[in-house]
Structures are given as C-alpha cells and as structure tokens.
C-alpha cells in the first residue's frame, strides 16, 4: 500500500511564501517522476512543475520566476517553494507521482490535493 499527501498550503497575502510538501509513504520501492498540478473550479488541472528521479526539473512558464521544484529522495518528498505569490496563484495544489512500490510495478498515484490562498 502506497500513500501519497500534501501538506503546506494554507492562506498568505500578495507576495508572501509558502513550501508545499508531497510526501510517499508505505510500500514505496521508488518514486520516479512527481508533478506538482493545480486547479481552479470550473477548470482543467495545469502542470505547475514536475522533477524526475535524477533532479531533472520543469517549470511553467506561468509561475518560471516565481516556483521552484525540488526533492529529497532520503524522504520520498518532493517540495514546491512559491515565492512571490499573486491572487490568481490561488488553487488547490495536487501532487502526481509515478511509484513503484516495494518488489511490484509502477503506479500513478494522486495526492488529496492542499488549497493555497492568495490575498491581495
């Protein structure tokens, strides 16, 4: 059984931070590529970053300057730091990871998402 959470949002004002968290726990082999998406209601879920195995990393153009992706491996997490946030950065955050668990196949799996607040 493997476990994906987020964890980090909450509410900032204009041009705050915040450090999202997507941690993997349980039956976890590897944790290949993870994605950090968000979503507004009435839309589709954007890519806002992802970061592969080896620290490959990409980043919208729409948060470049602004976002960073970054992973422990040790840990199994993966962190979004958000610097330099606007009203319309305001979403629920999800996290997407490929996962092999420990001596089975690869997964996808989806975290339960954490709502981010922007205030202007």
């Known amino acids: 059984q493997v476990q994906l959470v987020e964890s980090g949002g909450g509410l900032v004002q204009a041009g705050g931070s915040l450090r999202l968290s997507c941690a993997a726990s349980?039956?976890?082999?590897?944790?290949?590529?993870v994605g950090w998406y968000r979503q507004v209601p009435g839309s589709s879920r954007d890519l806002v970053a992802g970061?592969?195995?080896?620290?490959?990393?990409n980043v919208a153009n729409f948060v470049k300057d602004r976002f960073t992706i970054s992973r422990d491996n040790a840990k199994n997490t993966v962190y979004l730091q958000m610097n330099s946030l606007k009203p319309e950065d305001t979403a629920v955050y999800y996290c997407?990871?490929?996962?092999?668990?420990?001596?089975?196949?690869?997964?996808?799996?989806w975290g339960q998402g954490t709502q981010v607040t922007v205030s202007s």
């Open positions: 997407r990871a490929n996962i092999r668990s420990i001596g089975g196949n690869e997964y996808t799996y």
């Open positions: 970061i592969t195995s080896g620290g490959d990393t």
């Open positions: 349980g039956s976890v082999g590897s944790v290949n590529y």
